[in-house]
C-alpha cells in the first residue's frame, strides 16, 4: 500500500469513527475475500426477519433499512473483491434531531480476515484499524557491564521492553582477595549477566518473531561483541543480528543511539528517510536556498512547477473549500480547519456564499504536485522531525528545484 493510498485508508477511518447511531442502529459486515455471496443474502434475509421483532421503532426501521440496502449493494457482486470488503450501513445522527442515511464499501488494502455481522451504535473498526499498524519491526539491545536495555523499533517508535542492570563488580578487587580469585569471580559475574540480557532479550523479542527484519546490538567494546560472540540469544534471535554498533548509552537515551547510528543499516525505514528528508529541509533553509513552507507560498511554487519534493504532515487537518454567490456567480477557494462550517460573504453583492465542494487539503496538495511532476512524501507526526514540521513550519513544506526569482 502506497503512502497516499495508507493516508486515505487511514483518514476514512477517522472519519467513521466519528460518526454514531441514537440506538444500536449501525450495520457493519466484513465479508472475506474465501466468502460466498450467495450465502451472506440467504444470512442478512435471517437477520432481517429478525430484525423485525426489535423493540423500538426507531431501531427496528434504521436496522432494516440497513440490511436491505446492503442487500441491494451484495446484488453487484458475484463474488468478494480480491481482499474482500466490509460494508457499514446505516442512520448517522447529525445533531439537532438530524439524521442521515449512509451505505459505504471499503475494500481494504489487506484480506479481511473474519466474517463478522455487527450491530451498535458506532461502526465496528478495529479489524480495519490493526491493518495500519506498521508489522515490521526491528529489535534493540544496548548492553555494557553496568546495564542493558532492549527495545523494538516499529514503524517510527521505539519501545522499551525491558531493563536489566549488573551485579558485576569493579575493575579493583576488594580485602585480601587474590587478583587471579577476583578476575575469575569477575568473569562469572558478567556470563552471568550476559545470560540474563539475553533470557530477557528472547522473552522480549520471540513473540515478535514473525515480524522481526532484524536485531541491532549497540554498547562499547568488547561488551556487545561479548555478548553478540557467546550466542546468549535464542538461535531464531541470534541469526537475526544484522550489526554491532558502538554506543555511549545503554539505558533508554542508548536505543535512540542505537538507531541513529545505525543509518545504513535501516536506509530503508520511514523513520530514517524522515529525519534525512526533513534534515535536507531544514540544511536549504539555514542557507536561505531552495526551500519553502506554508500553504500559499508552497502552493505557489507548486503551480509554476518549481516544487521538487513536497513535504506534507499526516497531521494536517485542514480542508481546502470552494464556495459561489448564487446571486452573482462570484467563486471563492478558502483552506479551513476541518469540520469548520462558516461560509464567507461574497465581496460583491455581500450575499452569504453556498459550498460547492470540499476536499482534504493535504489529498488536494498532493494531486497537484504529482499533477506537475513533483515527488510527494507523506510525514508522520511520530518522530521528532514530523512534530517539528507539524509545529514549526504548519505541517506544509517544499523542497525546490529552482527560485524563481533567483535567476
Known amino acids: 500500500m502506497g503512502t497516499k493510498l495508507t493516508y486515505e485508508f487511514k483518514r476514512k477511518l477517522e472519519e467513521l469513527e466519528k460518526m454514531k447511531g441514537r440506538g444500536t442502529e449501525l450495520i457493519t459486515l466484513y465479508i472475506p475475500p474465501d466468502k460466498n455471496i450467495a450465502d451472506i443474502s440467504n444470512q442478512l434475509r435471517n437477520e432481517l426477519s429478525q430484525a423485525a421483532n426489535i423493540k423500538s421503532k426507531q431501531t427496528r426501521t434504521s436496522v432494516m433499512a440497513g440490511l436491505e440496502a446492503i442487500l441491494q449493494r451484495l446484488k453487484y457482486y458475484k463474488k468478494p473483491p480480491q481482499n474482500g470488503m466490509v460494508i457499514l450501513s446505516g442512520n448517522i445522527d447529525l445533531g439537532g434531531g438530524k439524521q442521515k442515511q449512509i451505505t459505504e464499501i471499503i475494500e481494504p488494502p489487506e484480506p479481511v480476515p473474519l466474517y463478522k455481522y455487527h450491530c451498535n451504535s458506532s461502526f465496528y473498526l478495529d479489524p480495519l484499524k490493526e491493518m495500519l499498524k506498521e508489522k515490521k519491526i526491528y529489535g534493540l539491545i544496548v548492553i555494557d557491564r553496568r546495564e542493558a536495555t532492549v527495545g523494538i523499533l516499529r514503524g517510527k517508535r521505539i519501545e522499551v521492553l525491558s531493563y536489566s542492570s549488573s551485579m558485576v563488580p569493579g575493575k579493583h578487587r576488594q580485602g585480601g582477595q587474590s587478583s587471579v580469585r577476583f578476575e ?142 448564487p446571486a452573482c456567480g462570484e467563486e471563492k477557494v478558502i483552506t479551513v480547519r476541518e469540520g469548520v462550517n462558516q461560509p464567507p460573504k461574497c465581496d460583491k453583492d455581500g450575499v452569504e456564499m453556498e459550498e460547492e465542494d470540499r476536499e482534504d487539503i493535504v489529498l488536494e496538495l498532493s494531486e497537484l504536485a504529482e499533477s506537475m511532476g513533483a515527488k510527494v512524501e507523506f510525514i508522520s507526526t511520530d518522530s521528532e522531525e514530523g512534530a517539528m514540521l507539524l509545529n514549526a513550519f504548519g505541517g506544509i513544506a517544499a523542497i525546490l528545484r529552482f527560485k524563481p526569482n533567483n535567476n
Request: net charge negative; glycine share 8%.
Open 184 to 325: 575469575r569471580l569477575r568473569e562469572i559475574a558478567i556470563h552471568e549477566f550476559y545470560k540474563k540480557v539475553g533470557e530477557k532479550a528472547t522473552e522480549a523479542l520471540l513473540p515478535h518473531l514473525q515480524n522481526l527484519v532484524g536485531i541491532l546490538i549497540g554498547g562499547p567494546s568488547p561488551t556487545k561483541e561479548e555478548f553478540y560472540e557467546g550466542e546468549y540469544l535464542h538461535h531464531e534471535l541470534q541469526r537475526r543480528v544484522i550489526g554491532l554498533f558502538d554506543v555511549s548509552y545503554t539505558d533508554e537515551s542508548g536505543l535512540f543511539e542505537l538507531v541513529e547510528k545505525a543509518q545504513d543499516a535501516l536506509q530503508e525505514l520511514d523513520l530514517i528517510r524522515e529525519k534525512k528528508l526533513i534534515g535536507r529541509f531544514l540544511h536549504e533553509i539555514a542557507r536561505d536556498g531552495l526551500s519553502a513552507y506554508g500553504e500559499d507560498e508552497v502552493r505557489e511554487y507548486l503551480n509554476i512547477g518549481a516544487v521538487d519534493t513536497l513535504l506534507l504532515s499526516e497531521g494536517l487537518r485542514y480542508e481546502r473549500i470552494k464556495y459561489r454567490c
